[in-house]
């Protein structure tokens, strides 16, 4: 699976979007792009995933780039809800494959 | 409600001793995963299964051991040889290994002194 390399840490207007970026390099053409989040002490909870194209759903928007050597989560309109560490993966979906996850984006949220 | 329960949420033991995590799910999923995550660290693949009765090592399997006869339980017991078990334990299932989504349970702080 490529390595993602994320922001250690980010703050965040409440109210205002949150862009999370993630830079994944050496994505192959076969690997998805996932994001997880995780609240302090708390199991991590799936947000989103895409391959090519953008995708949003109740949660986030995912904006891929044309190369995919990099990606965007976007929180619309952030709550202090919101504050977690989030974790960009690659990987393959293939039956009995892994999720890797490296050290995410410490993102709080400000009121 | 359909979920993934972990239990207990705190768990305290002396060294030497084995002990058991318990994780049950009732979303009909058929892989199911443990992970061990370490403060301000991420998460790391302890063991995982994708079908009942059969389960794999992940990139930390020493000193841990589970089991798989149901589809819906997979305990996880972290053993006397394991020697730094003192974490926070994560289980996650998923509708298939490897291509679907994961869903996490609530954890289970394990402190072994």
């Known amino acids: 699976d490529a390595k993602t390399t994320q922001p250690p840490s980010m703050d965040c207007a409440e109210g205002r979007a949150a862009n999370l970026p993630c830079n994944h390099s050496t994505i192959s053409g076969n690997e998805y792009v996932y994001w997880y989040r995780q609240i302090h002490s708390q199991g991590p909870q799936y947000i989103i995933h895409?391959?090519?194209n953008n995708e949003t759903n109740e949660m986030a928007s995912l904006i891929i780039t044309e190369d995919r050597k990099s990606s965007t989560l976007i929180l619309p309109h952030a709550t202090l809800r919101d504050t977690a560490v989030y974790y960009c993966i690659v990987r393959v979906k293939a039956a009995g494959n892994k999720l890797t996850f490296g050290g995410g984006t410490r993102v709080l949220v400000k009121p | 409600d359909g979920g993934i329960t972990q239990s207990p949420k705190y768990l305290f033991r002396k060294e030497g001793q084995n002990v058991t995590l318990s994780c049950e799910q009732n979303?009909?999923?058929?892989?199911m995963y443990w992970y061990r995550q370490d403060p301000g660290q991420g998460l790391r693949l302890i063991y995982y299964s994708q079908i009942v009765n059969d389960f794999q090592k992940g990139d930390i399997a020493e000193g841990y051991s589970v089991s798989r006869e149901k589809k819906e339980s997979f305990p996880l017991t972290v053993t006397s040889a394991q020697k730094n078990p003192t974490a926070f334990y994560l289980c996650a299932s998923s509708i298939l290994a490897g291509v679907d989504e994961q869903y996490f349970g609530p954890g289970t702080r394990l402190t072994v002194t």
């Open positions: 979303l009909n999923h058929d892989a």
């Open positions: 895409g391959l090519k």
